[in-house]
């Protein structure tokens, strides 16, 4: 069972043109379409991947935050963004923690959540990355609950599965304190 179709990599180094038929035939299949931009290279890239991919997910896209337009953009489409501070403050894409947009998307209305991205290159598991956006930006459970959400909606699985596992989110987010 194949999901989805994805490309990742360093988007700044690698010409979108290379993979358009690609996700052209994905699409065509009834793929979903996922899509890394925004990360090595500006929101020319993320509004580069949206033109030629069309994904309801980017993998990154913290540059974003540059363009308010595209910003608006990615609000009002609900394109949804899978974010990884400690990630792009380990490849330099932000000089410290801090500096990350993260916060500034999710106020700003765009579908986030947090991710981890390289594990085993960034040595950051989700408990970590929660407790910097907690002590960063003063995350609380209802931020982390709201991100959860974003993520499970713009999952790759039947609807059914979703109403399941949005329940299970509820509960936990009832019952557990961070």
Same mark, same amino acid.
């Given at each position: ?16 043109? !290379? ?11 009834? %793929? ?6 925004? /990360?090595?290279?500006?929101? /020319?890239? &993320?509004?580069?991947? %949206? ?6 997910? #980017? ?11 595209? &910003? ?20 330099? =894409? ?10 500034? %998307? ?7 959540? #947090? !991710? ?5 290159? &960034?040595?950051?598991? =989700?408990?970590? /990355?929660?407790?910097? =956006?907690q002590q960063t930006f003063g995350w609380t459970k209802q931020d982390f609950y709201d991100? !959860? &959400? ?6 790759? #699985?039947?609807? /059914? ?7 299970? %989110? ?9």
């Amino acid at each position: 069972y194949v999901a989805a179709f994805d490309i990742a990599g360093d988007e700044a180094g690698c010409p979108i043109t !290379n993979h358009v038929a690609a996700f052209n035939y994905a699409r065509e299949r009834g %793929l979903h379409i996922t899509a890394h931009a925004g /990360e090595a290279a500006g929101p /020319e890239s &993320v509004w580069e991947t %949206l033109e030629h991919f069309k994904p309801s997910r #980017i993998g990154h896209g913290a540059r974003s935050a540059e363009d308010e337009k595209l &910003v608006k953009h990615l609000r009002d489409t609900k394109i949804h963004l899978e974010i990884c501070p400690s990630c792009n403050v380990q490849t330099s =894409m932000y000089n410290e923690y801090k500096d990350h947009p993260v916060d500034k %998307l999710k106020k700003e209305g765009v579908s986030i959540n #947090i !991710n981890t991205d390289c594990r085993t290159i &960034v040595h950051v598991n =989700m408990s970590n /990355e929660y407790q910097r =956006m907690q002590q960063t930006f003063g995350w609380t459970k209802q931020d982390f609950y709201d991100c !959860n &959400v974003n993520a499970l909606k713009a999952a790759f #699985i039947p609807n /059914e599965l979703k109403e399941k596992w949005n329940g299970h %989110l509820l509960r936990k987010q009832e019952a557990t304190a961070i």
